[in-house]
């Protein structure tokens, strides 16, 4: 069965820590991709990042970086000297490479709160 | 382009009544999606589309019918609404990609449904 956690239900942290979000997924596929969607207050999703099953590198970009091990089964997403702008809720979300359906199965979400 | 385009934004509806959310792309995308997000959870899938005149079920199609007559529009039509069925919906959308690609998917900003 496909699924994904997200262990973290709401995490606060202060403005300038790091902040690191679990996501671990369950697929018997070898072919998967797992993205990343941020949603801000204002509710809608967007895109933050995708990642398919042979690639393990991990990625930066500016103070966001992923780290995608398959030996866990875990995508966790750090965000570097945290922002007030980055107070949102995170999901990580599960897409099997064999369907041509594209469907995502999504973790329940990470509410973040960055105080000032 | 204006992406993915719901409407409406919010609605009240009577338990038993029937509505139409309506969902339309413009990046003339093969794949669309309806989502729901109850509160604290993750999305659910709803219904699917892999091109015009083709559907699917997702994981809670139970009280919801979809059609697909153009690529642009994808609604989403509630019959009898039941309180259960207050929630936001979203929809969303995605290029076909070449063969073993797994893109991310777009999503519009969301219609707030309740049901009293």
């Known amino acids: 069965a496909q699924k994904v956690t997200q262990a973290q239900t709401e995490i606060s942290v202060v403005e300038k820590e790091d902040v690191t979000l679990d996501c671990v997924y369950e697929t018997r596929d070898t072919t998967y991709y797992l993205f990343w969607y941020k949603q801000p207050p204002s509710g809608e999703l967007v895109f933050l990042i995708r990642r398919n099953s042979f690639d393990e590198q991990n990625e930066i970009s500016g103070r966001y970086s992923w780290n995608f091990q398959k030996s866990t089964s875990s995508f966790n997403f750090t965000i570097t000297a945290s922002q007030v702008v980055d107070s949102a809720v995170y999901f990580c979300a599960l897409g099997h490479g064999s369907s041509n359906t594209g469907k995502l199965i999504f973790g329940q979400g990470t509410t973040l709160q960055v105080k000032p | 382009n204006a992406g993915v385009t719901q409407t409406p934004k919010f609605r009240i509806l009577k338990i038993g009544q029937s509505m139409t959310l309506q969902c339309t792309q413009d990046?003339?995308?093969?794949?669309m999606y309806w989502y729901r997000q109850d509160p604290g959870m993750g999305l659910k899938l709803i219904y699917y589309s892999v091109g015009a005149g083709i559907t699917d079920k997702g994981e809670v199609p139970n009280g919801y019918n979809v059609s697909r007559s153009t690529t642009e529009d994808f609604p989403l039509r509630l019959e009898l609404a039941a309180p259960s069925q207050t929630s936001v919906y979203f929809c969303?959308?995605?290029?076909?990609?070449?063969?073993?690609?797994?893109?991310?998917?777009?999503f519009g900003p969301g219609t707030r449904l309740t049901v009293l």
């Open positions: 969303a959308s995605k290029v076909l990609g070449k063969a073993g690609s797994y893109n991310e998917q777009f």
């Open positions: 990046m003339n995308h093969n794949y």
